[in-house]
């Protein structure tokens, strides 16, 4: 081993020297480590990039394929043309081959657009882009024909967006082409079903107004046959008629005769209700005038026994070849001043009676008037009541009872007519009139009236005292 004192001055002068440059050399792989981890770090980063662009690639192809996809298949063909006169086509889809037509045939020029254009729309298509040109707008709508290779018309929408360069100028037309055939023609068949709805509804109307002028007619007819006022206010000055045809004419009926020591009260209830109800009711009003003023009877249960069988043999009822089956329900009062005597027979339908102690429900027989199934001899019954002052007398259709209403809809009722009658039983007629048809139309709330109304209440305190 060489001691430092045996180190001559030049071999420690070498020996520095090497000393440093081991250091360069350290220092200088120190770099070169770091050159080369940043360097690995870039090309890291770099694949990195070159996957991610890669994959984006793939991304933008596929989304393209699919947007091919969906507008091959769709109703609507793309398109830019050229803005000149000419307009020639520099792009098209792929399903205008659904015109029969390949792109290649539009964008070499073999055939231009405006040559598939229906020629009765040419015109009217040219002059609106013109138009369209001339206004200045950018965006537009037509509607026209175009006629298909196989020689087929077909309705297109053509939507157009105006592409202008950087100083404005018009450059491109491009928008879509909408396959509108079946949209057309089916609104074009409905219009004229429309049309035709519309011609037979004026038909429907006129002929309806024809009808309502008859009925209007009739009803002034019918009204006509009810009794006259004066005989009423004179014979029963205390008294209300409520007489409410459903339709403008109805069913329902009521007479009233003056007789030897008397006075004579009919209402009748035909089968049905306005025309059918009206013709009946004109033969029952008919009919009873004659049987009491030319027959001369004037007992409510013979009236009614005549009636019975004057409707079977008027409408041949009482043979088996009778197409109909038409009758009424009639109630028969015969008020006698002398004798202060009310006489009441009924035919399917009641009379009321109130004085100071109840009010009471009369019935009459279960015997209808002139159905196939009446008896034509049929006997009916006569029921008598001595006239008390403060008595009052009631007379109705089922019209009023057989109402649908209130909360349960269910029919008005006997009952609760009864119950009403003993409220307001004593007030004068007219304030009863106007109760019964306010508690009417109360009950019968937003349904629809049921049948023809007739009520008829009257009293005798003036005429028989």
Known sequence: MTSIETISP???????????????????????????????????????????????????????????????NSPVVLFRREAGEEARLVYVSENVKKFGYTVDEFLNGTITYREIVHPDDMQEMVEGVRKNNFEGSDEYTQVY????????????????????????????HQGILY?????????????????????????????????????????????????????????LPESFFIWNPRDIVGGDIFYIDAVDDGLIVCLMDC????????????????????????????????????LNAAVKTTLRQDTQEALSDDGLDAAVCRIRYSKRVLEFAGAGM????????????????????GYKRSRIDYEYTRKWFSIENGMRFYMFSDGYTDQLGGQKCVMFGKKRLLQLLSDIGKQPFDLQKKELLRAFDDYRGENEVQDDVTFIGFGMDGICS
């Open 179 to 235: 396959d509108t055939t079946e949209t057309t023609l089916a609104r074009d068949a409905l219009q004229v079903s429309l049309n035709r709805i519309e011609s037979e509804k004026r038909k429907a109307d006129a002929l309806n107004t024809k009808l309502l002028t008859s009925i209007r007619y009739a009803q002034m007819i019918q009204h006509s046959i009810l009794p006259d006022s004066n005989l009423v206010k004179n014979c």
């Open 145 to 172: 024909r175009i006629i298909t290779k196989s020689g087929d018309i077909r309705w297109i929408e053509d939507q157009t967006s105006v592409i202008r360069d950087e100083n404005g100028k018009r450059v491109f």
């Open 10 to 72: 030049e071999e420690l002068a070498h020996l520095k020297e090497q000393a440093a440059e081991a250091e360069r050399l350290r220092s200088e792989l120190e770099l070169m480590k770091s050159a080369y981890s940043e360097i690995e770090t870039k090309y890291e980063k770099c694949k990195e990039t070159l996957r991610e662009q890669k994959t984006e690639k793939f991304s933008v192809q596929e989304k393209l394929d699919l947007a091919s996809v969906i507008i091959d």
């Open 350 to 369: 009641p009379l009321i009676l109130k004085d100071d102690r109840n009010v009471r429900l009369i019935k009459g027989d279960r015997q209808s008037i």
């Open 271 to 306: 089968t049905g209700h306005g025309v059918p109800g009206a013709f009946m009711s004109m033969i029952a009003s008919s009919l009873i005038r004659r049987i009491i003023r030319e027959e001369d009877k004037q007992a409510p249960e013979d009236i009614l026994a005549h």
